[in-house]
């Protein structure tokens, strides 16, 4: 057993677990449940009261939490001290939504002015182009952006910029490409002018495969037009650390914004990774998208635990994880704006904490990162919500609303509104044999069809779920969204001893894949690997055209 599985805390939680009651007695013996186990804070109304809890699990929690030095974890990260212990960095995603006066140090240095003259080297970009200074190599004015990245580079900047689809100012369209699949590119530039066409290339390295493959098509693209190679610097721009073979593209220096070794991938868009976000809202609204970070990271770090709304989250997730031996969590968002974030979850959680060894590199005896997945609502009820609320496997529930809509139409929102809460009780609630039974009472069915049927209409119910509520769905309500679902991840990897801040799973696959390009060759006889893979690469190589 580990340290962790062996401590006081983790064996009562283990003991307290099997006494726990049916949410729907929890409910009864405890009118108050609901602003026991409610918070607000950063603009949110947080509902934590239908999940399986009562009084001394929350203390246990809170306890586990403690024991792992949670308190401690967090002000080492907020404090710029290097825990991402694999690659000797710090972790300062918050940072880059921090005060202009903040005092952050890295290696000594104070890195906030760095990151304020980046934001007003952003700002000042997204004038030139929204004012048409900045024009391409004709002369025209820029209409359309092409961004181009992938993972953190990618998912971020898109789900925040369809999230805000109502705040666009109208002076751009956007489009986004990540798969190296050709077929991304080519579809995405279909349509578009190379003269009023703008490329924002995000790679750290510049070398990225998918990002450079893109990349370079997407140059070729403009050439292919017409334009010569001075073109070039006129329409990309690009997010990366490595000047020199930016430059060498044909980048001009002036348009090169950097990229932090303490941002990951997968929190870097309060960076200049968000430029994209930033050109289609305007800069004023990209700095709320920054105070709404920021002002979850102030509750993140100083409300008590049993206050806080990333710890309760991320506690109540472990709790499932560890304690019921849940494989996955669904978020369901009731926004069609928000329809994206799933996924944009999905990678934060399961890059960060899909981990197997703790912080000494020893294996570990207790399950870590839950499988992320999920959609907007109301259409997963008529689809995975089955599985849910009747299948055998319990998979605890996030949903996610605005109590308002940009688009208020007839009963469209109450509608929506209705079925999300509707969907949160019936999870908690279920329906019994007797309540099935009851409901058939008046049919034709003979009473051995309805002992049948009603059968297969019990839902045992006592399925958890999270609600949270916000008045409307701004800026700054998404930077505090996104923000709160960082340090829940931050919150379950400081408990597992884990390192959420690298992803070394990421990158066997990319280097053996560049071996694997090397043998796929129309007139190449490939024996050099396993047997089934030297099978799949001489029927590609069998089959080109």
Not at 50 to 71: F, M, Q, V
Not at 203 to 220: G, M, V
Not at 273 to 301: C, K, S
Not at 479 to 491: D, M, N, Q
Request: charged share 20%.
């Amino acid at each position: 057993m580990s340290h962790l599985t062996e401590s006081s805390a983790w064996q009562a939680l283990s003991s307290h677990q099997p006494s726990i009651k049916h949410m729907r007695e929890l409910f009864k013996e405890d009118p108050q449940r609901f602003e026991k186990m409610s918070l607000k804070s950063c603009g949110f109304l947080f509902d934590y009261s239908k999940n399986r809890l009562d009084d001394k699990a929350l203390e246990l929690l809170i306890e586990l939490a403690n024991s792992a030095n949670l308190p401690a974890k967090i002000k080492a990260m907020f404090a710029g001290e290097a825990i991402n212990t694999t690659e000797n960095r710090a972790v300062l995603h918050t940072a880059l939504r921090a005060d202009s006066n903040a005092d952050i140090r890295v290696n000594g240095e104070n890195i906030v002015p760095e990151v304020q003259q980046t934001l007003a080297k952003m700002e000042q970009f997204v004038a030139d182009v929204h004012q048409g200074t900045w024009k391409g190599h004709t002369g025209k004015t820029i209409t359309d952006i092409v961004s181009i990245g992938i993972g953190g580079s990618f998912l971020g900047p898109k789900i925040a910029s369809q999230a805000l689809r109502p705040f666009w100012t109208g002076h751009l369209n956007c489009h986004f490409v990540a798969n190296v699949d050709a077929t991304s590119i080519v579809e995405k530039l279909k349509g578009l002018d190379p003269e009023t066409t703008l490329f924002v290339m995000s790679s750290k390295s510049f070398s990225t495969q998918e990002t450079l493959t893109n990349t370079l098509s997407a140059r070729k693209w403009l050439l292919d037009s017409g334009a010569e190679q001075s073109a070039v610097a006129k329409h990309f721009v690009a997010i990366t650390s490595n000047v020199p073979k930016a430059t060498e593209f044909g980048i001009d220096a002036n348009n090169i914004f950097p990229m932090w070794d303490w941002v990951g991938g997968r929190y870097s868009m309060w960076s200049a990774i968000g430029l994209p976000v930033a050109l289609l809202i305007g800069f004023n609204a990209f700095r709320e998208l920054l105070a709404g970070a920021a002002e979850m990271d102030e509750h993140f770090a100083t409300q008590p635990l049993e206050q806080n709304m990333p710890v309760l989250m991320g506690m109540i997730s472990l709790w499932y994880s560890n304690f019921y031996g849940s494989q996955s969590q669904v978020v369901l968002t009731y926004d069609h704006y928000l329809r994206g974030l799933p996924a944009y979850i999905q990678q934060l959680d399961m890059e960060s904490n899909g981990k197997s060894v703790n912080l000494a590199g020893d294996e570990l005896d207790y399950t870590t990162g839950p499988i992320i997945w999920g959609g907007e609502g109301t259409n997963g009820q008529h689809a995975y919500h089955q599985l849910i609320h009747q299948g055998t496997a319990l998979i605890p529930a996030d949903f996610i609303m605005p109590l308002n809509s940009h688009n208020p139409l007839g009963e469209h929102h109450a509608q929506l509104a209705s079925n999300c809460f509707g969907q949160t009780q019936a999870l908690m609630q279920g329906r019994t044999y007797e309540e099935s039974l009851a409901e058939l009472a008046n049919s034709s069915l003979s009473d051995a069809e309805k002992d049948v049927i009603a059968k297969h209409k019990v839902m045992p119910g006592n399925r958890p779920s999270n609600t949270i509520l916000m008045d409307k769905l701004t800026p700054k309500t998404l930077g505090s969204l996104i923000a709160l679902y960082e340090h829940r991840t931050f919150v379950q990897g400081a408990i597992w001893d884990i390192n959420s801040f690298d992803q070394w799973g990421v990158e066997l696959g990319k280097v053996l894949g560049v071996n694997v390009l090397a043998e796929l060759n129309p007139s190449n006889q490939c024996n050099k690997f396993d047997a089934s893979t030297n099978a799949l690469i001489n029927c590609f190589n069998s089959n080109q055209i």
